[in-house]
Structures are given as structure tokens and as C-alpha cells.
């Protein structure tokens, strides 16, 4: 996220910056994915002076521990890399949230009804018990429940930095289970990974996987065993089915402040482009409003008309009523190559 932030940046300064002449700054704190941390980070930019927004990334369940600190403080929250349904449907009136990333009652169905293409009917559930993986399991049973020809066989929890989770699957497995829909980080996902490459191939099941797992160091986690298990995972964008012209584009503001030359070389594809995409619909925003102040620039994000982006044409990005910039169009499934770059498939 923060190289996404910082391209478009780069690109937003060297044109003037906002506001007539304004330069846009990152400013930058760690949570550490606990949310009294994160609270605290929350507390201290709300008192920054000129802080236009926050944005922030994976780790639902800090984000929605945070929620009632941004709606006392009247924070505006870029959500750019968190799919919990709950951090958008938080009950604000006004919503200072608006989110550019997925969401857990449009990623979930996805992963089953790739299952079901694939002819995998009975499904376990290996979920993170928290309010993420609480989030992804109402999203699953209600997609079961209008959808009669596919079956959870059976939900299995665990917690986070659990050091195996064989146990879970097997019970999975046991239970009649064809295929793991899972919802994990890059720590655990290895985990799981590495141990189902060490079973017989007889038993090593298919496993369609929420994005978490692309956030961090996964590949190098699961080292080998990765190729040895059926691996795949739901984007919302893929660097390699962009349109090139804006491809193009963004590599050459990339190139301005990064090393990076080839799309192979970027890490964490969506956190990138959801927060370059972002960060420009913000800044037009802030030009809209004509100010700094964050209610302001919170109203004039439903009022931006149109932003060519990266990932698609935003046509408006938000709405009074809408503060969901992507939608189910743009979910597709992807799998981790041979190097390590995870591309589009065809499902």
C-alpha cells in the first residue's frame, strides 16, 4: 500500500501537488496488527494538523476495533486493503469510511462458486476466529442458503499464530469435505500449507483462498510445498490483465520511486493498486472541497464524477449511498507460478 500511496503521490506532486500548490505527504505508523495499538495510531493522527485521511490495510479486525475512534474524531478512513463487511456497513451517519478493496459478502461467494465449477460440492471452512473470519462465515452460510447444490460439511477455527492446523483439516476432510475454503494471513496459510504437502497426495485436497495470504512473505513461507498442493487465491486485480496505456503510466511513475521495473517484481499487487487508485479519487476530492478539513473532503468523495484508474474506470467512485468503489466484476482467482508471481487463471 504504501508504494501504491507513494507512486501516486509522486505523480500528484509533480503536477502541482492540490489545492494550488499543496504537496501531499505519507505519514506512517505500524499497529502491528493489535488493535490497541491501532487505536492509539488513530488517536494521534486525528490531532495532526492538515491530516487529510487514513488509510488503512489488512487486518479487518483492527480496523473494526478502530471504528468507534474514527467516528469520534470525525477521521476520514481510506479502507485500501481490508474486506470485512462491517468496516463500510458500520452504522455512521456520516460515514467517514469509503473503501477501495473487497468485500467478504462478494469474496466468499466467489470462492465457492469456484469450487462448485470446479465440481467440488462439499466444502469445509477453515476460518481465523476473529471478526474477519466471523465476517466470512456469514457471507458463506448465506450464499449456501440460496444456493441448495453446494454444502458446508463442517466449519473449523483457529487462532491467530496457531503452529499447526493438520488437525483442522483432517477433520475436514473426515467429515466429507472436497475442497478448504480458506480465510487466512501469510503466517498461518504457510503453516497449513506446508503441512498438507507433508500428507499423501490421496489426501491433499484443493484450497481456495481469501487474500490475506498475499500481503506478506507467504511464498517464501511455504517455500516448495506450495507447488505441491492445488493453491489458489481471490484478487481483484491483476497487473497482468491491466490496460496497457495505464499500465504504462503507472510504471513510469513507479519507476520515479522505486527500483521496480517489472510488474513480476510487485509484491502484493492489489494493496498497490487499490491504494494508487485511491489516493488519486482522494486527491481530486480534496480539490473539490477546496480545503483540508476532513468533513469537507468526506462529502466531496460522493461528489467526484469520474477517475480513469488503474484498476477500471471509477464512474463515480462513490455515491451518498454507495461507499464501495469495486464491486463483483472485478473478482477473479489467481495462483502462484513456479517463481513465486501469482497470475490470473481462468476460473
Not at 72 to 84: D, G, Q
Not at 103 to 126: E, F, I
Amino acid at each position: 500500500m504504501e508504494l501504491g500511496l507513494g507512486t501516486a503521490i509522486g505523480e500528484i506532486n509533480r503536477a502541482g501537488g492540490v489545492l494550488g500548490g499543496r504537496p501531499l505527504e505519507i505519514v506512517t505508523r505500524d499497529h502491528r496488527s493489535i488493535p490497541a495499538r491501532g487505536i492509539r495510531n488513530l488517536e494521534e493522527f486525528a490531532r495532526t494538523p492538515d491530516l487529510v485521511a487514513v488509510f488503512g490495510g489488512r487486518f479487518s479486525p483492527v480496523v473494526i476495533e478502530q471504528l468507534p475512534t474514527l467516528k469520534a474524531s470525525k477521521t476520514l478512513f481510506m479502507a485500501a486493503w481490508s474486506s470485512a463487511d462491517m468496516i463500510v456497513d458500520n452504522g455512521m451517519r456520516p460515514n467517514y469510511v469509503y473503501r477501495l478493496s473487497l468485500r467478504d459478502s462478494l469474496a466468499m461467494p466467489k470462492l465457492l462458486d469456484t469450487a462448485r465449477k470446479r465440481g467440488l460440492r462439499k466444502v469445509g471452512l477453515l476460518l481465523t476466529n476473529t471478526s474477519w473470519g466471523r465476517s466470512n462465515l456469514a457471507a458463506a452460510e448465506k450464499f449456501v442458503e440460496a444456493n441448495k447444490d453446494v454444502r458446508i460439511v463442517q466449519t473449523a477455527w483457529y487462532n491467530w499464530r496457531d503452529q499447526t492446523l493438520v488437525a483442522r483439516y483432517k477433520a475436514l476432510r473426515a467429515a466429507g469435505a472436497q475442497a478448504i475454503v480458506l480465510v487466512a494471513n501469510d503466517d498461518e496459510a504457510a503453516v497449513l500449507v506446508r503441512e498438507v504437502a507433508a500428507l499423501p497426495p490421496a489426501e491433499r485436497m484443493p484450497i481456495l483462498s481469501h487474500w490475506g495470504v498475499t500481503g506478506g512473505e507467504f511464498t517464501r513461507q511455504a517455500g516448495p510445498a506450495l507447488h505441491q498442493v492445488d493453491f489458489s487465491v481471490i484478487q481483484t486485480f491483476s497487473f497482468f490483465n491491466a490496460d496497457k496505456k495505464r499500465l504504462a503510466r503507472f510504471m513510469t511513475a513507479l519507476a520515479a520511486v522505486s527500483k521496480i521495473r517489472r510488474i513480476e517484481d510487485i509484491d502484493g499487487p492489489v494493496g498497490v493498486a487499490h491504494a494508487y487508485d485511491m489516493m488519486h479519487i482522494l486527491a481530486k476530492a480534496i480539490d473539490q472541497a477546496g480545503s483540508t478539513d476532513r468533513k469537507a473532503v468526506r462529502d466531496a468523495l460522493e461528489k467526484v464524477r469520474r477517475h480513469e484508474g488503474l484498476i477500471k474506470t471509477y464512474a463515480p467512485p462513490f455515491s451518498p449511498t454507495r461507499h464501495e468503489a469495486l464491486g463483483e466484476r472485478e473478482l477473479l482467482m489467481a495462483r502462484y507460478r513456479k517463481d513465486g508471481v501469482l497470475v490470473p487463471t481462468s476460473d
